[in-house]
């Protein structure tokens, strides 16, 4: 069965930055790209990007150029995505997400979020 | 970047109604638009892929249709277990990925 494990809920003041962790457990972790996706408290659902887990290669929309890492631990089947410079408006749920079929780009199965408030 | 509208914003429906909610995408997406449901407090799931391909384990109540620009997600019988808020997603490649701001269905 496959699942996203992902690490616990985040409080951080603005300025600073959060690493998500996301383990992957039940499938081959260099066979999907792994995405990030997330919702602030009641709106919609934002594509952070994605990272391919058998080159490191990551793409992700311009909004987020120079402020999203992603990267990964084929070791333990990790993925991590690391957010820069928070603001309030970075206050989310974040999802790491997994492509349903290999290199698909729609998504399944999902993360069960990671909560990061970002408050002074 | 690819803007995908969904209309309408939210929809209040009766149990036993035939409901559709529509995406439109900015660009040709060809079939590549998924839908998936969120129920509140919950981890959104996918339904659909491919515009009209039923995920497993989804209901065939649910349908969809459409390509190039304009997609549909139709239930062709409302349950009450359908009261959740629907997201359209593009997925051409990945300039387009992008969600629709999602439509709210209630009972």
């Known amino acids: 069965q496959v699942q996203l494990v992902q690490s616990g809920a985040e409080v951080k003041k603005p300025g600073a930055s959060v690493k998500v962790s996301c383990k992957t457990l039940g499938y081959t972790f260099t066979g999907y790209y792994m995405h990030w996706v997330r919702q602030a408290p009641g709106q919609g659902l934002e594509w952070l990007g994605r990272?391919?887990?058998?080159?490191?290669?990551?793409d992700w929309p311009q909004k987020f150029q120079g402020r999203v890492t992603m990267t990964l631990d084929t070791s333990t089947s990790t993925a991590y995505m690391e957010l820069t410079r928070l603001t309030s408006d970075d206050t989310a749920v974040y999802y790491c997400?997994?492509?349903?079929?290999?290199?698909?780009?729609?998504?399944?199965?999902w993360g069960q979020g990671t909560l990061v408030t970002v408050s002074s | 970047d690819i803007q995908m509208t969904q209309s309408p914003a939210s929809l209040s429906a009766s149990v036993g109604d035939r409901v559709t909610i529509t995406c439109r995408a900015s660009?040709?997406?060809?079939?590549?638009v998924a839908w998936y449901q969120q129920k509140p407090g919950e981890v959104p799931r996918l339904v659909m892929h491919y515009a009209s391909s039923l995920q497993r384990g989804v209901p065939s109540r649910f349908s969809g249709s459409g390509s190039g620009t304009d997609f549909t997600l139709t239930i062709s019988s409302l349950e009450p277990e359908d009261v959740a808020t629907y997201y359209c997603?593009?997925?051409?490649?990945?300039?387009?990925?992008?969600f629709g701001q999602g439509t709210r269905l209630e009972i």
């Open positions: 660009q040709d997406t060809g079939y590549s």
């Open positions: 990272i391919n887990p058998n080159t490191s290669n990551a």
């Open positions: 997400v997994r492509d349903a079929v290999k290199w698909g780009n729609w998504f399944d199965p």
């Open positions: 997603q593009s997925y051409v490649n990945a300039r387009s990925i992008a």
